[in-house]
C-alpha cells in the first residue's frame, strides 16, 4: 500500500463543506508530498511511505525535531532525514525494511545497501550520516524499536514459522548484553512456564533504558501473555492474556510498561496491577463498559496511563481513578455544530512523554445527509482538545498548488509502529489529498510550561469540572 493515486474522495460532496467548515488553529508545515522536489535526486518524490511486504510505514520525528521517512523518488527507495526545512536521503536500497526512530535513538534499519546488496541485515544511521551493519540477518525482519541508550530490537519473517536459513532462527532479537541475539526463540520452551509451553508468535517489542525487552507472545498451548527478558537472560510473565492482534506494549523512560490483557495493566515501582477494567469507575459519573483490545495503552513519563473504550478516550494513573480525555458526543474545537461520532479503534495512539495524546476519529454536524468526517485531534498543554486536522482542510504545497485532506492519518497497530508526537508538541501525520496524492504536514500543538508538569496530577479534576462546565 502507497500514498498515490489510489485515495479518491467525492468532491463535489465536500465543496459546500469547504466553505462553511473553520480552518483548524493549528499551524501546518509541509514536510514532503508526492510531486515536490525529492532531496539528493534529480527527481520528484513518487511515493511516500512505501513499506516493505505492502505494510504501510508512516513517518516518524524526533525529540529534536528531525523526521525520517521511507519513500520512492526517481526509482530510487531509500530513507530521508534530517530537520523539514533541510532533508537529506539518508540510506537507499533496493529492499528497505521497516525502521525505528523511537525515543530519539539512532535510526535503525532492515534491508540491502545499493552499494552492498548481499548485505541484508539491521542497519544503523547515525545523524551524521554514517552507516553501521548491525547484524546480517539473511531475510527480513520487521517490528523493529530501538531507544535512546542505544539498545534496539527486532522479530524477524513476521512471526512465521518459516524454513530456517542461514542458521538462523526467527524470534524476537534484541542487542542487550551480549550482541545481537536472540532473547526468545520460535519453538523454544518458554522459561517458567509448564513443558511443551513454546514460543509460537510474538509482537513488536519495546525496550527500557535498562535493556529490559517486553514484548507479547503466543503459545502452542495457553501460556499467551505478556512478557519481560531482563539483560542477564532472565524470563518474567508479567500477565496472562493477550488481544487478538499482539499489540506493542509502552515503555516510559523510567521503565514503566503499559500493556493489555483483558484489562488495562502498568508495572512500575509497585508492581504488576491494574489500572482499568471493564466496571471501574469513571470521574464525573458512570463506568467503564468496555476496553478496547485494539488499541495499545500508553504510559506517559510520569506514569500516567491512556487507553481506549467504546465511548471514548480515557487516562488512569497508578491507584486506579480514570478520567475522560475526549468522548463522543464531545464538541470538536474549532468547527462549530461538529461533535464526535466515533473514535478509530484501529489506529494508534500517538502520545509524546509528556502525556499529551493524538488520535483520529470520525466527526459530524448532525445534518441529515451530511458524511462523517475524518479528523485527527490532540490534546494541548492545558489538555484541551484540538483539533489538528480533517476532512476538507485546504493547505497549500510550496509550489503553490492547494490541497485538501481527504484522511489525516497517524500509524495503525498492523503497521510497523513510529514516533510521531515528540515533547515539542511536533505532531508528523500523513495527509491523504482529496486530489489522489499524499502528503507528510507537521503539527505544532502547544506543550505545557516545565513549571506546570508537576502539577498535572492535581489538575485533573479541576480540568474534569471545566470541562463539565463548558
Known sequence: MVICKYVTIAAAVFAALFKTIASANVPLQVVAAIGLPAPGTNGTFSELANGWGGILQYPAIDQDGQVTFRATANGITGLWHGLPANLSLLSNANILGPFSVQQGAPIVWDGFPIDNPVARGMWRTLPNGTREQLAITGRPATKITSNSAGFYGYVDYYNTELPQTNNLVSGVHANVGSGDHLVAAIGAQIP???????????????????????????????????????????????????????????????????????????????????????????????????????????????????????????????????????????????????????????????????????????????????????????????????????????????????????????????????????????????????????????????????????????????????????
Open 192 to 470: 517458567g512456564q509448564p513443558v511443551g509451553e513454546k514460543w509460537a508468535i510474538f509482537g513488536q517489542p519495546v525496550i527500557a533504558p535498562d535493556g529490559v525487552v517486553t514484548f507479547m507472545a503466543k503459545a502452542t498451548n495457553t501460556a499467551a501473555g505478556t512478557y519481560s527478558v531482563a539483560i542477564d537472560g532472565t524470563t518474567t510473565l508479567l500477565a496472562l492474556g493477550v488481544p487478538p492482534v499482539l499489540l506493542q506494549p509502552s515503555v516510559n523512560v523510567h521503565g514503566d510498561v503499559a500493556f493489555l490483557t483483558n484489562s488495562v495493566m502498568l508495572k512500575d515501582s509497585n508492581g504488576v496491577h491494574v489500572v482499568a477494567q471493564m466496571g471501574s469507575p469513571i470521574m464525573g459519573g458512570g463506568s467503564l463498559t468496555f476496553i478496547s483490545r485494539a488499541v495499545a495503552p500508553k504510559v506517559a513519563d510520569d506514569g500516567q496511563v491512556f487507553f481506549a473504550e467504546n465511548t471514548g478516550l480515557f487516562q488512569a494513573i497508578s491507584d486506579g481513578t480514570v478520567t475522560p480525555i475526549a468522548r463522543i458526543g464531545d464538541t470538536v474545537p474549532d468547527m462549530p455544530g461538529f461533535k464526535i461520532s466515533s473514535i478509530f479503534t484501529a489506529t494508534e495512539l500517538q502520545m509524546n512523554g509528556l502525556g499529551q495524546i493524538a488520535f483520529m476519529a470520525f466527526i459530524s454536524d448532525g445534518i441529515v445527509g451530511h458524511p462523517n468526517l475524518s479528523a485527527l485531534l490532540a490534546t494541548d498543554a492545558a489538555s484541551h482538545l484540538v483539533t489538528v486536522a480533517y476532512t476538507g482542510q485546504e493547505y497549500m504545497l510550496p509550489n503553490g498548488q492547494t490541497r485538501h485532506v481527504s484522511v489525516p492519518a497517524i500509524s495503525t497497530e498492523l503497521a510497523q509502529s513510529t514516533s510521531e508526537f515528540n515533547n515539542r508538541g511536533e505532531l508528523l501525520f500523513v495527509s491523504f489529498n482529496a486530489e489522489g496524492d499524499g502528503t507528510f504536514l507537521l503539527a505544532n500543538i502547544p506543550v505545557p510550561e516545565p513549571a506546570t508538569l508537576t502539577l498535572s496530577a492535581l489538575a485533573v479534576p479541576f480540568l474534569l469540572l471545566r470541562r463539565q462546565r463548558a
